[in-house]
Every structure is written in structure tokens, then in C-alpha cells.
């Protein structure tokens, strides 16, 4: 059944209010018909259960339009947004902009996005000389931590961003400019942090960059990015029996699992165990992870602090372990070159030329493997294998 708009308009309040009325913390004042320019109410932001005015964190302003649609609901929408209506909600540092779509009386999808000062900046200095200017909302949570994460990081991003004037600087300002950069900042607060990992909610949720000059006691906002990925470096040894390869790891998050790397070319999925080999880095990078990966998978096991971590060498190629004995013998014949030849100079592997490739391998038969070389020969010997980056994998 269609609504007509002033049903469309009325139900998008009250589908709005029903899903933050389920909250103990927010209060929403929404009025219904309202004709206040730019505005449709406010919701009000408390740290305990109530409207006590000491437990107020804050009031934020409201935009709600509904919109009548017939297709499936997707995760993001776009929607024009009048231009003047930004300025007004810049002049008043920001709103959270919500559009509910609906399907019918019970079928609806709310959508919102946070407009701070920065956002707003963005938004108009895009929009030049137009009259209206469109923007990207996401699917508003339903989970009430996270609504009431929404609201919470909205005000403390609106405080943050409030103490200064709409000439943001971007990045690329902030590196050509001679400011003294004391530090760069991002981060969160709410309830929504209980139950998550710092980690896991910077993936979920958009962020702001913030810089700090060493010289004023004021955060400039600098970039709202939405991170793919996170690396953690974490301090812990990793041994093989007793023997320490490495002191560090490093884990990277996403939002479809968690991999570790050990040394330069060592992954390991956590979801899948897979574990893979990836040949790169310098030359006493690549020997020591090959010496750790044939070890790890000798012995069966590993220990990464006091966590110790099975390997199951069914799934090991055979042919993949003999073509990484092979990899391992050639590096540590250049290793002995070096050595020999009282070379100290650090080998890229990634800009050795073809010929660079074919005098390495030449002088390797004449001081290492103590073979007599002529012109023949080294042309022959560019028909041979060189040391190429590899990558080798099993499941754990």
C-alpha cells in the first residue's frame, strides 16, 4: 500500500523514535508536522538511565526524511541535500542526518549520516555553486550500544571540531606547510568499546585524523577515513624448541579475519591455520625465515610467547619444501660470497637486472662452487633459474 507524504514524513519520525526510544540513555524530541527551517528536533544524550540534567552528555540536532521505495534495501544510500540547509547545519556545528526508507507500514530501513564541521566543510566546498549536494548514508545500527556509540562519538568529535573555524587543512596541507606537528590523533568513546576491540571498532566505524600542533593546545581535523585494515605490533618471542627466530610479530586485522606475519614473508590465517611463505625482503631476512619455516615444519610446532602453536606436516608439498632447500642453498651461496669477497653493501633482489642476475650466479661457480667458467657458459647458464620471490603454502 502507497503512503502519501505527509504518512511518509510522520511514520519516518516515529520509526526513527521506536528505534532509539528502546534505549534507557536518548531521548528524542522530534515533533511531527514541525516547520522549522533546516531542523526537525533533537535527541538528548545521557551517561546513566534517565533525563537527570547532571547525567546529560548533550543535545544534538536532527534532520528525518522518509522516502517510499519498492525495491530491496541495500546497505548505503544516497540522498541531495539542499545547500543552504549545510551551511545552517555548519553555522550550528552539525547534525546526524536520517532517512528511513519504506517499504510498507512494517517494512523500513533507517539510514544516517554524522555531519560534523569538518564533514560539512568538505560537503560544501565540493557543492561550489550548486543547489543542492548528495550524500552517502550507511544503515543505522540496531544494536543499542552501537546507537548509543553514534551519538556519544558524534559529540566528542563536535567538541573537538568546534574549537576552531571552518579552514580545515587537509593532509597534504599539513605536510607542505611549516607547521611543528607535535602528534597525529584518532579515537572513540562509548559503550560500544565493552563489547570490541579498539581494533575491531576503528574497522567498523568511520574515523577522524586529527593533528596537534607542538605550539597550541587545539586538535585540527585533517581527514575522515573508514581503515581496511590495522597492523599490531606486538613485543613477544617466537621459538622454534628453545631457540628464539624473532622477538616481535605483527598481526593485521580486517573485517574478514586475522593474519599474523612472522619475519619478512611468514603468514598465518587464523581462521583457515594456512600458513604461507612468501620469499622477500634482504638477504639475511630471506635466509632466516626460510631456516625458521623449514624448522617450524621439522619440529611440528612453534611458541609464540607462552602460546604454542601446532603445525600438521600432512599438508606440506613435498615438491614446494624441496624447491625452498634449493632457494635456501642459493642464498646462503650469495651470503658466502659476500662474505668472501668482503662485500658489505645490502643486495636488493628487487632491482638485480638480468645481467646483474647472470654475473651473480658466475661469480658463485668461480669463488663458491670452485667450477671453471667461459663466455659458453655463461651463456648457457642464462637458460637456468635464477632466485625468484616464491611463495609456498600449506594448512596447519
Not at 546526524?96 to 564541521?117: G, H, W
Request: proline residues 5%.
Amino acid at each position: 500500500m502507497e503512503m502519501n507524504k505527509t504518512q511518509i514524513e510522520m511514520r519516518a519520525i516515529m520509526l526513527l523514535e521506536d528505534s532509539l526510544t528502546r534505549s534507557q540513555y536518548i531521548i528524542p524530541e522530534i515533533p511531527k508536522n514541525d516547520k522549522t527551517p533546516s531542523w526537525d528536533g533533537n535527541i538528548f544524550i545521557y551517561n546513566q538511565p534517565g533525563t537527570k540534567k547532571k547525567d546529560l552528555i548533550g543535545k544534538i540536532d536532527v534532520q528525518v526524511k522518509g522516502h517510499y521505495n519498492k525495491k530491496s534495501f541495500k546497505d548505503r544510500i544516497t540522498y541531495p541535500v539542499n545547500v543552504f540547509d549545510l551551511r545552517n547545519y555548519l553555522n550550528d556545528s552539525g547534525v546526524i542526518y536520517f532517512v528511513i526508507y519504506m517499504k510498507n507500514f512494517d517494512d523500513y530501513k533507517i539510514y544516517y549520516n554524522t555531519l560534523l564541521p569538518f564533514d560539512l566543510t568538505c560537503l560544501l566546498k565540493e557543492a561550489k555553486d550548486q543547489k543542492s549536494k548528495t550524500i552517502e548514508l550507511i544503515a543505522f545500527p540496531t544494536d543499542e550500544l552501537e546507537i548509543r556509540d553514534v551519538f556519544t562519538n558524534f559529540i566528542r568529535n563536535r567538541d573537538l571540531q568546534g574549537a576552531i573555524d571552518h579552514r580545515y587543512l587537509s593532509l597534504e596541507d599539513v605536510e607542505n606547510s611549516n607547521l611543528p606537528i607535535m602528534s597525529f590523533h584518532f579515537g572513540f568513546s562509548g559503550p560500544g568499546l565493552e563489547k570490541s576491540s579498539p581494533i575491531e571498532y576503528t574497522l567498523n566505524h568511520p574515523t577522524y585524523i586529527y593533528f596537534k600542533p607542538s605550539e597550541y593546545e587545539v586538535f585540527f581535523p585533517i581527514e575522515k577515513v573508514t581503515f581496511d585494515s590495522v597492523m599490531e605490533t606486538l613485543i613477544k618471542d617466537i621459538k622454534v624448541n628453545e631457540d628464539v627466530m624473532y622477538t616481535e610479530y605483527n598481526v593485521f586485522h580486517t573485517k574478514k579475519g586475522k593474519t599474523l606475519r612472522i619475519g619478512k614473508g611468514i603468514e598465518i590465517d587464523f581462521k583457515s591455520k594456512k600458513i604461507t611463505l612468501k620469499i622477500r625482503g634482504s638477504l639475511p631476512e630471506r635466509i632466516r625465515d626460510i631456516e625458521f619455516y623449514l624448522a617450524m615444519i621439522e619440529k611440528k610446532r612453534i611458541t609464540i610467547g607462552e602460546m604454542w602453536l601446532p603445525i600438521n606436516e600432512a599438508n606440506v608439498d613435498d615438491e614446494a619444501i624441496k624447491k625452498i632447500y634449493s632457494t635456501q642453498n642459493s642464498l646462503l651461496k650469495i651470503k658466502e660470497l659476500f662474505e668472501l669477497l668482503e662485500i658489505k653493501e645490502e643486495l636488493n633482489f628487487s632491482f638485480i637486472s638480468d645481467e646483474g642476475n647472470e654475473n651473480l650466479k658466475t661469480l658463485i661457480k668461480t669463488f663458491i662452487d670452485n667450477e671453471p667458467v667461459s663466455l659458453d657458459s655463461r651463456k648457457q647458464s642464462s637458460k637456468t633459474s635464477n632466485f625468484p620471490p616464491q611463495t609456498i603454502q600449506h594448512m596447519s
